[in-house]
């Protein structure tokens, strides 16, 4: 079956760290890689995307490379604003279906400090 | 704003009683997903409508329904409920399967 595991929280950095957070999955298919931020009292939004193999997906300086020989898609970022501080979700969409649903990972919550 | 809207954003209400939340999809996506995110099970996928039709359910409780309509709208209707149905329920759009979805910003349900 399809599921994913990323590391558990909460991660706590100083403002211009590195950041690694890591995101292992299960497919059946081919899948779709996605991670997802949840900002206090708001929804889930895209951070960025990976449809294939070796895609890398990047936005707002975060950016996660598909590796399927290791089946994952750890998001990075260089350097930490305190305005990054959310709950970070890795998913899959199976993209051999015609489904379209996500698997969610259980979210790292992520708290940067100034 | 992600387009997709969910009404109530609250909603406190007593066990037992029965309740329906409501989710407007992003113009002209016809696929429609609820989750339900809580503390001890994170962000669990309920069911999903594409069109109208039901096209795939997860962990969604036999007391729980959902339909889409016509104009694509989407209720998730919840009865009996407990304590334990205390969560944010989120409702999704897009425009197809591996199409990114677009969340509302949830209903945060208190069941007292």
């Known amino acids: 079956g399809n599921s994913v595991t990323q590391m558990e929280g909460p991660v706590t950095l100083s403002e211009e760290a590195f950041l690694t957070i890591n995101c292992t999955y299960t497919?059946?298919?081919?899948?779709?890689l996605f991670w997802y931020v949840q900002y206090p009292g708001e929804g889930l939004q895209l951070l960025l995307k990976a449809t294939k193999a070796d895609d890398k997906g990047s936005n707002k300086g975060f950016e996660a490379t598909y590796r399927k020989e290791t089946t994952s898609f750890h998001l990075e970022k260089g350097s930490v604003q305190v305005s990054d501080s959310a709950v970070y979700f890795c998913?899959?969409?199976?993209?051999?279906?015609?489904?379209?649903?996500?698997?969610f990972g259980r979210g790292t919550q992520l708290t940067v400090w100034p | 704003d992600s387009g997709v809207t969910q009404t109530p954003k609250h909603l406190i209400t007593a066990t037992g009683q029965r309740v329906t939340l409501r989710c407007s999809p992003r113009?002209?996506?016809?696929?429609v997903y609820w989750y339900q995110q809580s503390l001890d099970q994170g962000l669990q996928f309920l069911i999903q409508y594409y069109n109208g039709e039901e096209r795939a359910k997860g962990n969604i409780l036999e007391r729980f329904s959902a339909q889409q309509f016509p104009d694509l709208h989407s209720e998730l209707n919840l009865s009996s409920l407990e304590l334990g149905d205390s969560a944010l329920y989120f409702c999704?759009?897009?425009?197809?399967?591996?199409?990114?979805?677009?969340f509302g910003q949830g209903t945060r349900l208190t069941v007292v």
């Open positions: 113009s002209g996506d016809l696929s």
């Open positions: 999704a759009s897009s425009s197809g399967p591996n199409t990114e979805a677009f």
């Open positions: 497919a059946t298919g081919y899948p779709s």
């Open positions: 998913a899959l969409s199976d993209q051999g279906s015609t489904l379209g649903r996500l698997y």
